[in-house]
């Protein structure tokens, strides 16, 4: 009789040390929910130059803004000196992107002085662009935003935006040896 009461003690004892430690481990006690975790972002326009490594004496083409469906590039002049003028075709495809926007920078328009600007789409996806200052005054030096131009996307893919039929020229009306520089920019397929 004394065995059994023993054997009962020690069953009664692990299935108490047993609940103990269910409960000591969250076996039955409720757990808070995990927070859903948020969507990844939608992929964005994304913008590669010909030509990263562009230095002094450049003008190119750099990506200021960015969306889903629309991008900016900027025309930016690259630590130019004595720059008095520029000319030249920027060319892309139009059944991939649209010109939605355009606005020229106020670069060359440094200490008030007068600036002539042009801007015509001769043909879908050819732009034929030239600025000057104006007048017996010297050309600007640095570097600065010239024109921005803001596209929106049609199709999905890889596309060239190129920039062709390039001049630039100083205050003398000297060509300057200026590099100019476009790029390609990426459509994502949406999700």
């Known amino acids: 009789m004394a065995r059994v009461h023993l054997d009962r003690a020690i069953a ?17 006690s409720p757990t808070t929910p995990r927070p859903p975790t948020p969507p990844p972002p939608p992929p964005m326009i994304t913008f590669v130059s010909n ?6 004496n450049s003008i190119v083409l750099v990506m ?11 025309l930016t002049a ?10 030249l075709d920027i060319i892309f495809d139009t059944t991939m992107i649209a ?8 670069f060359l328009n440094g200490e ?9 789409q001769t043909t879908p996806g050819t732009l034929i662009i030239g600025q000057s200052r104006v007048g017996a005054v ?12 803001n596209f929106t996307a049609i ?13 630039a020229f100083d205050s003398m009306g000297v060509a300057l040896a200026t590099e100019f520089v476009g790029g390609t920019a990426t459509v994502p397929a949406s999700e």
Do not use: H, R
């Not at 010109?99 to 106020?106: E, I, K, T």
């Not at 199709?155 to 001049?167: D, K, L």
């Open 78 to 87: 690259n630590n130019v000196t004595d720059l008095f003028g520029y000319a």
């Open 12 to 28: 009664t004892s692990a299935m108490i040390g047993g609940l103990v430690m269910s409960g000591a481990c969250g076996g039955s």
């Open 138 to 149: 010297a050309g600007v030096t640095g570097s600065g935003a010239l024109l921005s131009l």
């Open 64 to 74: 200021t803004a960015t969306g889903t469906d629309s991008f900016t590039l900027t």
């Open 51 to 56: 030509n990263p490594a562009a230095g002094a």
């Open 99 to 106: 010109l939605a926007s355009s606005q020229f920078g106020v």
């Open 155 to 167: 199709a999905t893919g890889p596309t060239t935006i190129a920039i062709e039929n390039t001049g």
């Open 112 to 120: 008030g002085i007068t600036v002539t600007s042009q801007m015509i």
